[in-house]
């Protein structure tokens, strides 16, 4: 005897942008909370990024007297603060400091977490959400430029574990992403830079124009001008989910995995440098390497090659790290090729790297050499004596 189940289902969520969320006049967070639940009073709890919290000492407050106006919506225990950055995810500590705060604070399925923060605790905060009560409604509310354009827009939670990246998680969308542009103007510098490398990516492997409109505004954006860096997070996050909802694979069950170009090597050395390294800094790094490679192999022109490490440089990224070779510096880091094996063991399947043959023009490959990845490195090193970028 057999029974076959055969079910689908549909997801849907608003990605939005707005100014001073927690305005009292601002009904974008009320309306996200009365989307979805029929219940006589909804409970909400927050977790919020201690980064964050500490620039914005009355933010707190702000949610508290948010939250009192708004009828049939009860905040459920004071906001809970934790670490930011990856310290919320190499460890369980903020992910069982979260799961305290949803059973104390009683968040069933039809209450919220609300997460506001950078990527890590959007992650982290999401990761607990999905696995309490086998899934609570999350919202997130991110207040960097890489979890606004990036990582906040797309299904994905999870913490490090084993040494690993994101080797614990779930692919569990949220009820809404509300994007607050007003969190950005505390940002340091290191921090409003460290997002473009995803727009940059984005651009390479999606949209040639978008690349443009990066070459052309790159004084504007590192001059810190408001609406040029809107105008990239929205055109990021837009390239981002249109390749979640169109992909066919928002789950990632294939072996393709395009928004990772540049990541292999990314998350290796974001390990090696025990996370000294910003993601986004990181990811300009990879980016370069599979750069320099592409061009070595012939799969990538010179001219386009010059204008994407130009453009990375322009914006202020350190394109080599030491990292990636040996402790002589004359032969790549055996440590970095495991990078390879680890991309491919998390995605499953066989190795699939996405690299790029023209700008906007990503190409699949299955694998790499490793004495070509030494040679791009040893590009780079040079490339960064001679102050080429």
């Not at 909370?33 to 500490?54: C, E, R, T, Y």
């Not at 009355?58 to 949610?63: A, N, S, W």
């Not at 977490?113 to 959400?129: K, N, R, S």
């Not at 991110?142 to 827009?153: A, K």
Request: proline content about 2%; charged content about 20%; overall charge negative.
């Amino acid at each position: 005897m057999k029974i076959s189940q055969n079910f689908s289902v549909s997801y849907s969520y608003d990605v939005q942008f707005t100014k001073d969320l927690f305005d009292l006049n601002n009904e974008m967070l009320l309306e996200a909370l009365s989307s979805d639940v029929q219940k006589q009073i909804i409970k909400v709890a927050f977790v919020i990024d201690k980064g964050l919290n500490d620039c914005h000492p009355l933010l707190i407050g702000r949610i508290e007297n948010y939250i009192k106006r708004l009828d049939g919506i009860m905040l459920a225990a004071p906001p809970l603060v934790v670490k930011g950055g990856e310290q919320a995810k190499n460890t369980t500590e903020e992910f069982n400091k979260t799961l305290s705060l949803i059973n104390q604070a009683k968040i069933d399925r039809h209450s919220y977490l609300v997460a506001i923060g950078g990527g890590a605790v959007l992650d982290m905060a999401g990761f607990a959400a999905a696995v309490s009560h086998r899934g609570i409604r999350h919202i997130r509310i991110p207040t960097t430029v890489l979890s606004q354009n990036d990582s906040g827009v797309g299904v994905k939670n999870g913490i490090n574990y084993f040494g690993k990246k994101n080797f614990i998680g779930t692919f569990t969308p949220p009820v809404a992403v509300l994007n607050d542009i007003s969190f950005l103007t505390t940002l340091n510098d290191r921090d409003w830079r460290s997002g473009i490398a995803e727009a940059v990516k984005v651009a390479l492997i999606k949209d040639s124009k978008f690349f443009d409109w990066l070459e052309n505004n790159t004084p504007q954006i590192n001059n810190r001008d408001l609406d040029a860096m809107q105008k990239l997070i929205c055109q990021c996050a837009l390239l981002h989910s249109q390749h979640i909802s169109s992909g066919n694979d928002p789950f990632e069950l294939g072996s393709s995995r395009p928004l990772d170009f540049g990541h292999w090597s990314a998350h290796k050395l974001e390990q090696l440098t025990k996370f000294e390294l910003k993601h986004g800094e990181a990811v300009a790094i990879g980016m370069a390497l599979d750069v320099v490679y592409a061009q070595q192999i012939g799969l990538l022109d010179d001219d386009s090659h010059d204008r994407i490490i130009k453009l990375l440089g322009d914006f202020g990224f350190e394109l080599f790290h030491s990292q990636l070779l040996d402790s002589n510096a004359s032969a790549i880091n055996s440590e970095l090729i495991k990078g390879l094996e680890e991309f491919r063991e998390h995605l499953g399947g066989e190795l699939t790297i996405t690299l790029i043959e023209g700008i906007g023009q990503q190409i699949e490959i299955h694998e790499m050499s490793a004495q070509v990845i030494e040679q791009a490195a040893l590009i780079l090193k040079q490339k960064r004596q001679l102050h080429a970028y």
